[in-house]
């Protein structure tokens, strides 16, 4: 750190030119970052409306899957009364063939 100090102390002083260019440069160096600065807002702001977007969507597709359990809950429910009422149908179906094909038997033989 001695040595640092020690050239800032021997420096020479700039010529008008030379200290108008360091300024001129110093000048841009601060537009730069303050560009860089700005583009940073404009991506962090990008970024969280993003984030709040994708929360919104994450919140609607767990609310459709919510709704889509529930319609598989209530299709399963309509499939169980339905197998129901066929296997009731076929019950009723044999018992209607089979007697008839006793009726038939005495009418016939």
């Known amino acids: 750190m ?12 700039l010529s008008g030119t030379d200290a108008a260019k360091a300024t001129e440069n110093k000048r841009n160096r601060v537009k730069g970052l303050n560009s860089e600065l700005s583009n940073v807002k404009q991506q962090l702001e990008i970024t969280k409306n993003d984030n709040k977007n994708l929360l919104e969507l994450k919140e609607q597709l767990e609310q459709r899957l919510e709704d889509c359990k529930k319609s598989k809950e209530q299709i399963e429910q309509h499939l169980e009364a339905y197998k129901k009422r066929v296997e009731e ?21």
Do not use: E, F, W
């Not at 001695?2 to 002083?13: D, G, L, M, Y």
């Not at 209607?96 to 033989?109: D, N, P, V």
């Open 89 to 109: 149908t076929l019950y009723l179906k044999d018992l209607i063939i089979s007697g008839l094909a006793r009726k038939l038997q005495s009418h016939c033989c």
């Open 2 to 13: 001695a040595s640092s100090s020690s050239n800032v102390k021997n420096r020479k002083p």
